[in-house]
């Protein structure tokens, strides 16, 4: 399939990259040939290399030798959040401007520019108060920018801080900003950022008659890409409106191996706090479909899960309003499940969490919601699990699907793996 998006100084980031991973390697391979008694020692030598990786990742925000010259001079629009920070916490529209960077116009995701909102709460237009730049709501009934907020744009950037599940709203609002751009005939420049769920690839594939802004396209549930690759997917599997194309220039990150952990400097979005909750985000979110609480209101969103229909257990908790939850589920009732804030970091889409709370509630006639088909874009899974059909039978049902998903994803990866290291 022939790839129509513009593909931004690649080869020099290319090149670049494996210098950088043949000295890592040439560290590796030195070390490996000192014979070690102890294997903790190893173990730290290799913690030690991870380390160092991590601290020479940059995202392409940081890459603005490659995106501020293709900005002077122009008017441009900026798709960001909270999320859009430099790594000494400089947010992007600041950098911009200070760089003297003309913005018109600052355009605002689910829960808005600062991000506070609630997760579906609308959001409306504004005002910076530092910049005092407008800011354009894109949640809501605005989700895509209209040709009168594009009016005075000669260029936009993306800089969204994505986790890698199809259900989290931050790639619908891409697709829609790229197909605008592609009908105003107005280029658009990705800010790459790393998934931090990046080499996850599971679940089942969205089937089309059950698209909607919770997953617009044919992938799975955990899809494995930057956001900077899913743009390139968009365009190259002709998936926007009448298959046009947007001018698309891809800045990318430096010295990024999806393998390796990335830790986020700040939350994404109010209800995933740290690592931990990202990590189990894709799992526990398949809940939001059932009369089962992910812990909105409480302090471990997405690291914990129950009702008041689960049974009763030595853990409990009673979700309150807080930021980004001002009617939590189940609000001021005590709710039994499961805390999985300290449980060892997943690498697929788990199940057993949801199957069990099935199993054991005490309201199976009210446990699945019309919105849980949403969430899983089939309405299999639901009926595998009230089936009780066993988890490894269920995940077979996938397999066609993600081996067609993987190649069709490889396609449009930027990134190298660093395979031959072993972390």
């Given at each position: 399939?022939?790839?129509?998006?513009?593909?931004f100084?690649?080869?020099?980031?290319?090149k670049t990259?494996?210098?950088?991973?043949?000295?890592?390697?040439?560290?590796?391979?030195?070390?490996?040939?000192?014979?070690?008694q102890?294997?903790?020692?190893?173990?730290?030598d290799?913690?030690?290399?991870?380390?160092?990786?991590l601290?020479?990742?940059g995202?392409?925000?940081?890459?603005s030798?490659l995106?501020l010259?293709l900005?002077?001079?122009?008017?441009i629009?900026i798709v960001t959040?909270?999320s859009?920070?430099?790594?000494?916490?400089?947010?992007?529209?600041?950098?911009?401007?200070k760089?003297?960077?003309?913005i018109?116009?600052?355009?605002?995701p689910?829960?808005g520019?600062?991000?506070?909102?609630d997760?579906?709460?609308?959001?409306?237009d504004?005002k910076?108060?530092k910049?005092?730049?407008?800011?354009?709501?894109?949640?809501?009934?605005?989700k895509?920018?209209?040709?009168?907020?594009?009016?005075?744009?000669d260029?936009?950037?993306?800089?969204?801080?994505?986790?890698?599940?199809r259900?989290?709203?931050?790639?619908?609002?891409?697709h829609?900003?790229?197909?605008?751009?592609?009908?105003?005939?107005i280029?658009?420049?990705?800010?790459d950022?790393?998934?931090?769920?990046?080499?996850i690839?599971d679940g089942?594939?969205?089937?089309k008659?059950?698209?909607s802004?919770?997953?617009?396209?044919?992938?799975?549930?955990?899809?494995g890409m930057t956001?900077?690759e899913y743009g390139?997917?968009i365009?190259?599997?002709n998936?926007l409106?009448?298959?046009?194309?947007?001018k698309?220039?891809?800045?990318p990150?430096?010295?990024?191996?999806?393998q390796?952990?990335?830790?986020?400097p700040v939350?994404?979005?109010?209800?995933l706090?740290?690592?931990?909750?990202?990590?189990?985000?894709?799992?526990?979110?398949?809940f939001?479909?059932?009369?089962v609480?992910?812990g909105?209101?409480?302090e471990k969103?997405?690291?914990?899960?129950?009702s008041p229909?689960?049974p009763?257990s030595?853990f409990?908790?009673i979700p309150?309003p807080n930021?980004?939850?001002q009617n939590?589920?189940?609000?001021?009732?005590?709710c039994?499940?499961?805390?999985?804030?300290?449980?060892?970091?997943?690498?697929?889409?788990q199940?057993?969490?949801?199957?069990?709370?099935?199993?054991?509630?005490t309201?199976?006639?009210?446990?699945?919601?019309?919105?849980?088909?949403?969430l899983?874009?089939t309405?299999?899974?639901q009926?595998?699990?009230e089936?009780?059909?066993?988890?490894?039978?269920?995940?077979?049902?996938w397999?066609k699907?993600?081996?067609?998903?993987?190649e069709?994803?490889s396609?449009y990866?930027?990134?190298l793996?660093?395979?031959?290291?072993?972390?």
């Amino acid at each position: 399939m022939k790839l129509s998006p513009q593909f931004f100084t690649i080869k020099t980031f290319r090149k670049t990259t494996m210098i950088s991973y043949c000295l890592i390697l040439t560290l590796v391979s030195c070390g490996s040939s000192i014979k070690q008694q102890d294997s903790e020692f190893k173990k730290r030598d290799a913690e030690i290399v991870k380390r160092s990786i991590l601290q020479t990742i940059g995202t392409g925000a940081e890459n603005s030798k490659l995106y501020l010259p293709l900005l002077k001079d122009k008017k441009i629009g900026i798709v960001t959040n909270q999320s859009g920070l430099l790594s000494n916490n400089t947010h992007i529209v600041d950098f911009l401007v200070k760089k003297n960077i003309v913005i018109k116009k600052i355009f605002a995701p689910e829960h808005g520019f600062r991000g506070t909102a609630d997760a579906g709460e609308h959001v409306v237009d504004g005002k910076d108060p530092k910049t005092g730049l407008p800011i354009i709501s894109l949640y809501g009934d605005n989700k895509k920018p209209k040709p009168a907020q594009l009016a005075e744009i000669d260029i936009m950037v993306f800089d969204l801080q994505d986790v890698g599940a199809r259900f989290y709203t931050y790639i619908s609002s891409l697709h829609y900003v790229m197909e605008a751009c592609a009908e105003q005939n107005i280029p658009l420049i990705i800010l790459d950022r790393p998934n931090p769920n990046g080499n996850i690839i599971d679940g089942p594939v969205l089937e089309k008659e059950y698209s909607s802004f919770l997953g617009m396209h044919t992938i799975p549930i955990l899809h494995g890409m930057t956001i900077g690759e899913y743009g390139q997917m968009i365009n190259g599997e002709n998936w926007l409106k009448n298959g046009i194309q947007c001018k698309l220039t891809i800045i990318p990150c430096t010295n990024y191996d999806r393998q390796i952990n990335y830790s986020l400097p700040v939350k994404p979005s109010p209800n995933l706090p740290n690592d931990q909750a990202i990590n189990l985000y894709a799992s526990l979110c398949l809940f939001e479909g059932t009369n089962v609480s992910v812990g909105r209101g409480t302090e471990k969103q997405f690291q914990i899960y129950g009702s008041p229909f689960l049974p009763q257990s030595d853990f409990s908790f009673i979700p309150k309003p807080n930021i980004g939850a001002q009617n939590p589920v189940y609000n001021g009732l005590e709710c039994f499940g499961e805390d999985l804030s300290a449980t060892d970091k997943v690498n697929q889409l788990q199940l057993k969490w949801l199957i069990s709370a099935y199993k054991t509630t005490t309201a199976k006639s009210k446990f699945f919601n019309g919105f849980f088909t949403k969430l899983a874009g089939t309405k299999k899974l639901q009926l595998q699990i009230e089936n009780g059909v066993p988890e490894e039978e269920i995940r077979k049902s996938w397999e066609k699907g993600l081996i067609e998903f993987k190649e069709m994803r490889s396609q449009y990866l930027i990134y190298l793996t660093l395979h031959s290291t072993g972390l």
